[in-house]
């Protein structure tokens, strides 16, 4: 098993930053990638950003591309969310997952546990 503990949401500004923080704990050499989701409210869940675990390869979200950051440390199984020039429309609840098959990362139904998430609301 892989548990995943969010931190950093808030409230900010539009045009702020914030930056989000996911600590993984448990069987850590067993993931294939991390990523980031979003679920604004009265809609579904999406997908933000995602890194191999092992390797350089990162996705974005077109909607995120050229704001977001996604980033890994493998020594302190963390992985961070860099959010840039935040726009209301970015306000969600950020969730943190881990998959453990290699393959595709931006599927939600491809990841297999899960953090219970960090809210971050821009103001306009």
């Known amino acids: 098993q892989v548990q995943l503990v969010e931190s950093g949401g808030g409230l900010v500004q539009a045009g702020d930053s914030l930056r989000l923080s996911c600590a993984a704990s448990?069987?850590?050499?067993?993931?294939?990638?991390m990523a980031w989701f979003r679920q604004a409210p009265g809609k579904e869940r999406e997908f933000v950003a995602a890194?191999?675990?092992?390797?350089?390869?990162?996705r974005y979200a077109d909607s995120v591309k050229g704001r977001f950051t996604i980033s890994r440390d493998n020594a302190k199984n963390t992985v961070d969310l860099q959010m840039n020039s935040l726009k209301p429309e970015d306000t969600a609840i950020y969730y943190c997952?881990?998959?453990?098959?290699?393959?595709?990362?931006?599927?939600?139904?491809?990841?297999?546990?899960w953090g219970q998430g960090t809210p971050v609301t821009v103001s306009s």
């Open positions: 448990g069987r850590t050499f067993s993931m294939y990638a």
């Open positions: 890194t191999t675990w092992r390797t350089d390869s990162t």
């Open positions: 997952a881990a998959k453990l098959s290699p393959g595709i990362v931006f599927v939600r139904n491809l990841y297999e546990h």
